[in-house]
């Protein structure tokens, strides 16, 4: 059915994605609260607060480059000793010399970590002469700096990024990142608000300093990922970046949610509040509908048509201008108004954002012109079908296989009715069938046999979850116990029954209601990322108990690994977590085979060998248990009761 896939889909942990344990000094709870209290601070003393990111940023520095000279000064002085004392010291010299030389590659390559440039198609002035002389004016108003590549993509977005080309050194490559969708949309002005958004994050002394922050916050993150992949490193550096990284993280998010104030001040500065404002309305709403309604409206036409449109960006231009002034937009607005400002994302909420500008919330009207109308004139028809025919190239072979998926479920949904009328359906054959009647015909019909499912399966909690679903497409208020049926049953479908409940709420105007059901909806994300912030951590402290593993299931893992000759030992067990106890969290403890100086390539291969190659039984943890960073982890594992594997 679809609950525990679901399930394991909410939870993001699959099997392929886990790489071997990595630690982390801070959980979310303490970092939402470490934010919060860096808020205060930085609001009592702007200055003294920015001291103190500078002083951490520097520490970071200090950390890479006096390991980076310690190191250094090891090689140098082995190869001193090797050629005063060459028969005595050449075997182990040349021995540390090799490893050491490796941790001060990857710290080189770290130091020199360079951010992707982004993607999309490049504009030149000649090509577009109005946009660049406006963009050249926007910058002039704020003071910004040069923006040295203009680049069009197929996304609803804009954004400015700065790719340093000497990594942690700088000389930054400013590139201002355009969506075609966006400019087809918003008005001259609410265009000019946009960019100058962007501009505003590089403009002044503030723009300056919150650039090189935010420049650092990303490298850091680069090259902690850097250390991760480099297990040599790791020894030398986890222990610090685990600290340091989500530290500076916390301080770093303090200025960019305030950068993201004063951007939108040099929105207003350069095209009003009023008009900032409603730049900021249409953007959130127009990108919620893309979302919720413009694509799910185009994968159902997938079912119906065997080739994907030849003019997507057209069709999408022309529904965007039409949604603005629907119920659905009006819609989208309210539920985007009721976020609150939350720690997942440096930008603030809608209304924060309208309250700070001084304005109301209110739905712009559609533009009679757009912005890529006045400024891409002459070239957004060809961008346009130049967007639509890159897309239609990627999607037209998968387009295809599903049409024709759709056509076999057709063909299927015919059979399980002759079948029907021929004897009684088993639980698997009347899902199915009430699923592709849904499907390819009517959503009454399915509900009746939804219910019939259920009436045969009260239990099953994805039953109780669409037969809800279903009854309050259709405004029967009835679907609400259904859904808490279904997740009282199985808390996967909260994210979804939560959402159907607030849909229902507002399509039937009694928005007070859905508040309830918003909160819920927050309460369990919550809950979710403290669940993932779990089950992505060892640390010492946790506890573990045995994996009671049924026996079938215990002689499979046994078998894969002993595959493996470099295993001497092997041990599983299941971590205690505290958020949704029903889902495992095994751990697997490898002790390889090493010899004097470390098993060489062959011991840094294998685990991710085993990731991808041995089929575990749920979520699970691999871990060498001669790291450095995870010996801790040995005693308790061996502890645990049947751990021992191999």
């Not at 923006?147 to 069009?152: A, G, K, S, Y």
């Not at 197929?154 to 990142?177: H, M």
């Not at 046999?449 to 009854?471: I, K, M, S």
């Not at 205690?576 to 062959?602: A, M, Q």
Request: overall charge negative.
């Amino acid at each position: 059915m679809i609950g525990w896939a679901r399930y394991f889909g909410e939870l993001n942990q699959l099997r392929r994605g886990w790489k071997w344990g990595k630690l982390m000094d801070m959980t979310i709870a303490e970092y939402e609260s470490l934010v919060t209290r860096l808020e205060r601070s930085a609001e009592r003393s702007p200055g003294a607060y920015k001291a103190k990111v500078v002083g951490l940023a520097l520490l970071g520095y200090s950390y890479i480059f006096g390991v980076l000279i310690v190191l250094l000064a090891l090689v140098l002085g082995l190869g001193a000793l090797v050629l005063i004392k060459p028969l005595l010291l050449a075997k182990i010299g040349f021995k540390l010399l090799i490893p050491l030389a490796v941790v001060i590659g990857v710290c080189a390559k770290a130091i020199w970590v360079r951010l992707g440039e982004p993607e999309g198609r490049a504009l030149t002035p000649d090509e577009a002469p109005e946009l660049f002389a406006e963009l050249k004016r926007i910058r002039k108003d704020l003071g910004a700096p040069r923006v040295h590549e203009v680049i069009i993509t197929d996304d609803f977005n804009a954004a400015i990024t700065q790719v340093p080309r000497l990594g942690l050194f700088g000389w930054q490559k400013n590139n201002l990142i355009l969506g075609l969708p966006l400019m087809m949309t918003l008005t001259l002005d609410e265009f000019r608000a946009v960019v100058a958004h962007e501009m505003g994050h590089l403009a002044g002394n503030h723009g300056k300093f919150s650039a090189w922050i935010y420049r650092l916050r990303m490298t850091w993150y680069r090259i902690k990922a850097s250390f991760d992949d480099g297990q040599n490193a790791s020894m030398l550096f986890n222990r610090f970046f685990n600290w340091f990284v989500p530290y500076f993280g916390a301080y770093s998010f303090v200025l960019a949610r305030q950068d993201e104030y004063e951007a939108d001040r040099s929105a207003a500065e350069v095209s009003g509040a009023q008009v900032a404002g409603a730049a900021l309305v249409k953007t959130h709403v127009l990108g919620a509908y893309l979302g919720e309604k413009f694509w799910p409206k185009l994968f159902e036409r997938n079912q119906r048509e065997e080739e994907a449109p030849r003019r997507l960006f057209v069709e999408m231009h022309t529904e965007l201008n039409a949604s603005v002034e629907s119920a659905d937009a009006q819609m989208l607005l309210t539920q985007a108004l009721q976020r609150q400002t939350g720690f997942d994302d440096t930008h603030p909420s809608l209304s924060d954002r309208l309250e700070a500008l001084g304005v109301e919330a209110e739905l712009p009207p559609p533009a009679e012109q757009s912005a890529g109308d006045v400024l891409l004139a002459g070239v957004h028809e060809g961008l346009t079908e130049e967007f639509s025919r890159a897309w239609h190239a990627s999607v037209r072979r998968k387009w295809q296989e599903i049409h024709a998926e759709s056509r076999s479920g057709r063909e299927r949904l015919a059979e399980l009715r002759e079948l029907r009328g021929e004897r009684e359906l088993g639980d698997q054959e009347l899902w199915q069938l009430a699923t592709l009647t849904e499907r390819f015909d009517s959503e009454e019909e399915a509900l009746e046999l939804f219910q019939v499912y259920l009436d045969t399966y009260p239990e099953d909690a994805d039953g109780h979850y669409v037969v809800g679903r279903l009854l309050l497409s259709q405004d029967d208020e009835a679907g609400l116990s259904c859904l808490e049926t279904a997740i009282e049953k199985n808390e996967a479908h909260t994210p979804h029954a939560c959402r159907d409940a607030v849909e229902f709420f507002f399509r039937n105007d009694r928005r007070a209601e859905a508040q309830r059901w918003i909160d819920r909806h927050d309460v369990y994300q919550h809950r979710m990322a403290e669940a993932r912030q779990e089950r992505n951590t060892l640390k010492p402290g946790d506890t573990f108990f045995g994996a009671s593993l049924e026996p079938e299931q215990l002689a499979q893992l046994r078998s894969q690994l002993d595959m493996y000759p470099t295993i001497e030992e092997a041990y599983i067990a299941c971590k205690d977590v505290r958020h949704f106890k029903e889902v495992p969290l095994y751990v697997l403890g490898i002790v390889p085979h090493t010899g004097l100086f470390g098993g060489g390539e062959e011991v840094e291969e294998l685990l991710p060998m085993i990731l991808d190659e041995v089929e575990f039984p749920g979520e699970t943890f691999v871990i060498n248990l001669k790291d450095s960073d995870f010996s801790w982890l040995r005693t308790p594992l061996e502890q645990a009761s049947g751990s021992r594997i191999l």
